[in-house]
C-alpha cells in the first residue's frame, strides 16, 4: 500500500506537533497542494458543514494521499451510509459529529471496518493500493487495521458518556468539539468557561484509562489550546478551515491596499 494511515495515530502518540486544515469551500485539488506546502500533515474535509459531493470529497482524498498527507472526511452526523463511500473513494478515516453514547460510537466502528470486526460492505479496488484488485482476505485485516476512527464529543450528554464511548473497541480517537460544546452549555464562544476544562479532563481521563487519543478542536487561541495539553490532549491542531484562511488573506490584501491608496490620494 502506498500509505499508512495508523501513521497519523503513531505519530501522534509519539508527541510529533501535527497539523490539520479543514477543507470547506475548495473543491480543487489545488488546496491539498496548499496545506503541504504550508507545513501541515493533514486535511479534513468536510462534508458536515458543507454541500460537497461525496465525489469531490474522494477526489480531494486521494489527492492528500498522493502528497503523502492523511485524509479524514467528517461526515454529515449521524450519515452512517456515507461512510463506506469515503472510504472506498480514499479517506483514511472518519470524524464522526455530535456523538452521544457508546452505542453511536460502535456504529461508526463498524461502518469503517469490514467483517468480522464490523459491517464495511466487500471491495476489492481502492486508491490505497493502485486500485489494484485485491483479495479480500488480503485486503480486509489491511483496511480494518489502518482505518481511523475519531469520534467527535460535542455535547453535555456526550461528556457524561465518555467512558463507555472511549471504551469501544475499533474507536481510536476522540475529539471535544468546543464551539457546539459551549453553545449547548449556553456560553457560545467562552471557552475559558470552567464547565469546558472540565470536560476535557473528563475526556482526558476515559483516553487515558482506554488508550486513546484525545484532540480538541474549535480554539484557535494556541495560548489556550497549548493550555489544555496537560489534560491528556495530543498534538494534533486544526489551524483553520480554507474558508477562514482565504478571508484573512483576502481583509489583509485589501486593507494594505485601501491604505496604500488612502496615502497616494491625499
Do not use: W
Request: hydrophobic residues 45%; charged residues 20%; negative net charge.
Amino acid at each position: 500500500m502506498q500509505h499508512t494511515e495508523a501513521g497519523l495515530l503513531a505519530r501522534l502518540r509519539a508527541g510529533e506537533p501535527t497539523l490539520m486544515l479543514a477543507i470547506r469551500g475548495a473543491r480543487t485539488a489545488e488546496v491539498v497542494h496548499l496545506a503541504r506546502s504550508t507545513g501541515h500533515h493533514a486535511v479534513l474535509v468536510d462534508l458536515e458543514h458543507s454541500s460537497m459531493s461525496a465525489d469531490t470529497a474522494a477526489a480531494l482524498c486521494t489527492a492528500a494521499d498522493a502528497l503523502g498527507l492523511t485524509p479524514l472526511v467528517r461526515i454529515p452526523e449521524r450519515d452512517y451510509g456515507i461512510i463506506g463511500r469515503v472510504l472506498d473513494g480514499g479517506a483514511h478515516g472518519i470524524v464522526a459529529p455530535r456523538i452521544e453514547t457508546a452505542e453511536q460510537a460502535a456504529d461508526v466502528a463498524a461502518a469503517c471496518r469490514f467483517p468480522p470486526h464490523g459491517r464495511r460492505s466487500q471491495i476489492a479496488q481502492v486508491p490505497a493500493t493502485g486500485m489494484r484488485p485485491t483479495p479480500a482476505i488480503e485486503l480486509n485485516p489491511v483496511l480494518n487495521q489502518s482505518a481511523i476512527v475519531q469520534i467527535l464529543i460535542e455535547t453535555p450528554a456526550g461528556i457524561a458518556n465518555a467512558e463507555e464511548i472511549a471504551a469501544i473497541d475499533g474507536v481510536d480517537m476522540i475529539a471535544l468539539g468546543a464551539n457546539d460544546l459551549t453553545a449547548e452549555l449556553g456560553v457560545p464562544g467562552d471557552y475559558r468557561d470552567p464547565r469546558v476544562r472540565e470536560a476535557v479532563a473528563t475526556l482526558g481521563e476515559a483516553c487515558r484509562k482506554h488508550g486513546k487519543l484525545l484532540m480538541i478542536g474549535g480554539i484557535a487561541d494556541p495560548e489556550l489550546l497549548l493550555s489544555l495539553f496537560p489534560l491528556g490532549v495530543c498534538p494534533l491542531v486544526m489551524t483553520g478551515a480554507d474558508s477562514a484562511h482565504l478571508y484573512q488573506g483576502m481583509k489583509a490584501s485589501a486593507d494594505r491596499y485601501a491604505a496604500a491608496l488612502a496615502t497616494g490620494t491625499e
